[in-house]
């Protein structure tokens, strides 16, 4: 069955330093998202892609973050001066279509450590 | 904000069938209810979804009243596996808002 897939599954990164976190979505999906789970907490949503921009995002998502589709598979997730409060499980999923009908499928997460 | 309310935690025997409410009293008319689980700290596992009908597949069934302000999960022989967070979500717009979820303990 076509997964999602996220590499590398741990990072660790000293505060300020720039990380970049992969994934691979599945193959025929056109939408793309990204989440955060911080350690004992909710999982949160952050930004939704589609079409090579973004669609939605929230407030956590501020100008450390930018995602980027560079080519036809990968989806990448970018903060540009990390913090220690980004330290967290970052999920990366992706559905098929717009549709309220339509399923996202998250893949198995890169935990950041940020130290 | 998630728009769902779920117990905190429940058990179920191994083998036995666990059934998981969820409470949804202001979803609208066009809003779907949908299931994940959340197993140790991996990814969000889909496990089913609806609008009004019952649903079922391989994994469980999904029952929704009538005036869809409740459903519950049907996981019909419980395994230890199945041992995890069971987040209920309704689905606004493009996103999901997890809630806090059902910690459900599989008990041999």
């Known amino acids: 069955e076509p997964e999602v897939t996220q590499t590398p599954s741990h990072q660790v990164t000293q505060m300020g330093q720039e990380v970049i976190l992969r994934c691979v979505p599945i193959?025929?999906?056109?939408?793309f998202y990204w989440y955060r789970q911080i350690l004992g907490q909710k999982v949160e949503f952050l930004v939704s892609?589609?079409?090579?921009?973004?669609?939605?995002k929230s407030e956590i998502f501020d100008d450390q973050f930018s995602v980027e589709r560079p080519d036809g598979s990968n989806f990448t997730l970018k903060i540009r001066s990390t913090k220690l409060e980004d330290s967290a499980m970052y999920f990366c999923?992706?559905?098929?279509?717009?549709?309220?009908?339509?399923?996202?499928?998250f893949g198995n997460g890169t935990r950041l450590t940020v130290t | 904000d998630a728009k769902t309310t779920q117990p905190p935690s429940m058990d179920c025997a191994e083998g036995r069938a666990a059934n998981l409410p969820c409470n949804h009293s202001?979803?609208?008319?066009?809003?779907?209810v949908y299931w994940y689980r959340q197993i140790h700290s991996q990814g969000p596992q889909y496990i089913i979804h609806?609008?009004?009908n019952n649903e079922t597949n391989e994994m469980a069934s999904l029952i929704i009243t009538e005036d869809r302000k409740s459903s519950t999960l049907i996981l019909p022989h419980a395994t230890l596996r199945d041992t995890a967070v069971y987040y209920c979500?309704?689905?606004?717009?493009?996103?999901?808002?997890f809630g806090t979820g059902t910690s459900l303990t599989v008990i041999p």
């Open positions: 979500i309704v689905r606004t717009g493009n996103q999901f808002y």
């Open positions: 892609f589609y079409n090579n921009e973004i669609s939605e």
């Open positions: 999923a992706s559905s098929a279509i717009r549709d309220p009908n339509s399923p996202l499928h």
């Open positions: 193959s025929n999906h056109l939408y």
């Open positions: 609806g609008l009004k």
């Open positions: 202001t979803i609208s008319g066009n809003e779907y």
